[in-house]
């Protein structure tokens, strides 16, 4: 936990410790000196009040005594009075010094005096009565005065004996308060030792942690100041690095600025020519329905095409179908001119003319079944031409309705053209538009970049102020490990 | 010029020549037939060239309608009219020894009695040819092909209608003497 402590918190608990030891030796002083003050006092109070007191006894009685002496000589009831004044002041003493004396053996002492008082006023009272009685003094023997004299010198004696032990009783305890007082000193005495000796112990400690941590952070602050002379060395040279970089960026940027604005230029050319190629194609939807309606012509052309071979097919067949008769008439010609033939061989000379005949007609029948069979062939060249013909005819219309859907998907391609060409169209305008704003960006950022190679240039410098405040702190920190006294590293 | 122009031309110049050929046959004197020489019906039965003699036929027919008769002969096709008479029709294919399935088309009608007619499948023609090109053969024998031809599309045996007639009889089971020609029979010319 100390070691967590903050030097200033150690050094606000240290002079915090002192002060409270100070602050206790102070107290431990006032109790003192109030002891010693209060049993001086008290020493005072008794020897003025009980000493005094004793003698002021004394003085009383010897006062009283005096009084009624007077009285004794001339009977004046003045000193009677004084002498009555004067023991009622000595009864007033008496219970005075009750109150104030503590010691019973001058009690006991004050409690004889009291009591030889009293036999000496009991001695005494006959002799005032006797005196009243006198008128002259030539009697005196006659108050027979001999008995006050012993109580006389008991009572003095009594009042001697109390002076005395009051003065005993003060002295005690004068010397009592003289050894309290010296106890209090010596109290005082130890106290200051000891709030000088933690005292001296907090300096030697908190100049132990002083040289320590702020040894140790003064060390840490030379070697990061070395670090960071190393650091703004660096940075002195990354901030040439960086302004070159900077001032081959300013000119990149200016060539990205003119390269920007060519680009500008050839977005609005292009702007131009997909507008151009826009009405172009909106001109080309007109061609489109034209086509449209030749590719719709030429099917129904194709159509009639195909009807047309068709009936010539149809007719083919009927010229085939008649060749056939023809064929089948030359064939029963042929079976009638051979049968005429066999009649013939039987009919004598007659018979052989008509077989010559009968041979023409057979040989007639033969060419005829010949020509009917070259029909018959040019016939089926015929058909198989149209039939080829049909099918050619038929896989063309099937062609052009393969072209009609291929061109109603080109005439779609070519809508979805011209539609992608009005978008593109909005798209080169845009991209003029952000190519202009670009342009402008790129001459704020070209201002930007020169600036930040002022400030570049700007931070070189102040990179190199850097490195030699961290020098500087560097011999501060040796110097201030000098002054702790850890010494330099 | 295109085919179909030279054969336009090529029929046009055929008919010409038919005409002129026609028309000049009138004018050509009288002829007839040489006797040294013979007509013959060249045929096809059962897939086989032959030919026959027409001096031993009385009359060819194409498409009869012949009426199937039962009987155990496979070569006896049936029985069709002829002039009113009831003639039997005989396969010369089967007779000849190699019958076909399918059936023959042409009719031909042997001359003499009894009436006979012998079915053959194709007909090719009417030729004469010289007697000289007939290699004659002996009237003896079982078979039906008595001599041979020699004609341009290649040499055919000569089917004899009267050896076909015995063979005929012979299958139906009749006596040898009752095969004997009819008094009537038509002589066979040379």
Redesign the interface.
């Known amino acids: 936990m100390m070691a967590r402590r903050t030097f200033g918190t150690k050094l606000a608990g240290g002079f915090g410790l002192t002060v409270v030891l100070t602050l206790l030796m102070g107290a431990a002083s006032v109790a003192a000196l109030n002891v010693a003050v209060h049993t001086k006092d008290k020493v005072i109070s008794t020897a003025t009040q009980g000493v005094t007191g004793a003698h002021r006894l004394a003085t009383l009685a010897e006062r009283r005594i005096g009084d009624y002496r007077a009285y004794l000589l001339n009977g004046s009831q003045q000193y009677l009075d004084l002498t009555n004044a004067d023991r009622a002041q000595f009864l007033q003493e008496v219970a005075g010094l009750r109150t104030v004396l503590t010691d019973p053996t001058a009690l006991a002492l004050l409690d004889r005096a009291a009591a030889a008082e009293a036999e000496h006023a009991a001695a005494l009272a006959p002799v005032i009565e006797r005196r009243k009685t006198l008128t002259s003094l030539r009697n005196i023997a006659e108050l027979n005065a001999a008995a006050v004299g012993p109580k006389r010198q008991q009572l003095e004696q009594a009042i001697a004996a109390l002076v005395a032990r009051t003065r005993t009783d003060v002295e005690a305890a004068r010397k009592a308060s003289s050894r309290t007082a010296t106890q209090a000193i010596v109290v005082v005495c130890v106290l200051g030792v000891l709030a000088i000796a933690s005292a001296a112990l907090i300096a030697v400690r908190l100049s132990r942690g002083l040289r320590r941590e702020v040894g140790a952070a003064v060390g840490h602050i030379q070697s990061s100041s070395a670090q960071l002379e190393a650091a703004a060395a660096q940075q002195a040279s990354g901030g040439r690095d960086q302004a070159s970089a900077m001032n081959e960026i300013t000119t990149t940027i200016s060539e990205l600025l003119i390269t920007s604005r060519q680009i500008a230029d050839s977005a609005g050319r292009v702007s131009k020519i997909a507008e151009e190629t826009l009405d172009a194609a909106q001109g080309g939807d007109a061609t489109i329905d034209q086509t449209r309606q030749s590719i719709a012509a030429i099917r129904t052309q194709v159509d009639q095409i195909v009807q047309h071979m068709l009936a010539l097919g149809e007719k083919s067949q009927q010229i085939g179908g008649i060749a056939d008769l023809v064929s089948e008439l030359a ?1 029963q010609t ?2 009638l ?3 005429a ?2 009649e013939a ?2 009919a004598g ?1 007659w018979g ?2 008509f ?2 005949v009968a ?2 007609i ?1 040989k ?1 029948a ?2 005829t079944a010949g020509s009917a069979k ?1 029909i018959r062939a ?1 016939i089926e060249d015929v058909r198989g031409a149209v039939n080829t013909t049909v099918m050619a005819t038929e896989i063309g219309a099937k062609a052009v309705d393969a072209g009609a859907r291929q061109f109603d998907d080109a005439t779609n391609s070519f809508r979805r053209i011209v539609q992608l060409v009005a978008t593109t169209n909005e798209s080169t305008r845009e991209i003029e538009l952000s190519t202009k704003q670009q342009t402008t960006a790129v001459e704020q950022v070209n201002v930007a970049a020169s600036d930040t190679a002022r400030v570049t240039r700007e931070t070189e410098v102040s990179a190199v102020q850097t490195r030699q405040t961290a020098s500087h702190l560097s011999s501060l920190s040796g110097e201030l490990l000098d002054l702790v006294g850890t010494g330099r590293r | 010029m295109s085919p179909p122009a030279d054969r336009a031309a090529a029929v046009s110049a055929k008919l010409v020549a038919l005409r002129d050929e026609f028309d000049a046959s009138f004018a050509l004197p009288l002829r007839r037939h040489d006797d040294n020489q013979d007509e013959l019906l060249t045929i096809r039965a059962g897939g086989r060239a032959y030919a026959l003699r027409l001096s031993q036929t009385s009359g060819l027919f194409p498409d009869r309608p012949v009426t199937p008769l039962p009987g155990p002969l496979p070569a006896l096709l049936g029985v069709a009219g002829f002039g009113g008479a009831i003639t039997p029709v005989y396969d010369l294919a089967a007779l000849l020894g190699h019958p076909v399935p399918n059936r023959p088309r042409w009719l031909v009608l042997a001359a003499g009695t009894p009436p006979l007619a012998l079915a053959f499948h194709d007909l090719d023609g009417h030729v004469r040819v010289r007697s000289g090109a007939i290699v004659a053969e002996a009237q003896t024998g079982a078979g039906c092909v008595r001599g041979m031809v020699t004609l341009p599309g290649g040499t055919r045996p000569i089917v004899d209608v009267t050896a076909a007639r015995a063979v005929v009889h012979r299958l139906a089971g009749q006596h040898r003497g009752d095969a004997a020609p009819h008094p009537t029979d038509v002589k066979e010319r040379t």
């Open positions: 064939e042929n079976i001119a051979i049968n033939t066999i061989s039987g000379e052989r003319r077989a010559v041979e023409e057979r007639l033969d060419r070259e040019l």
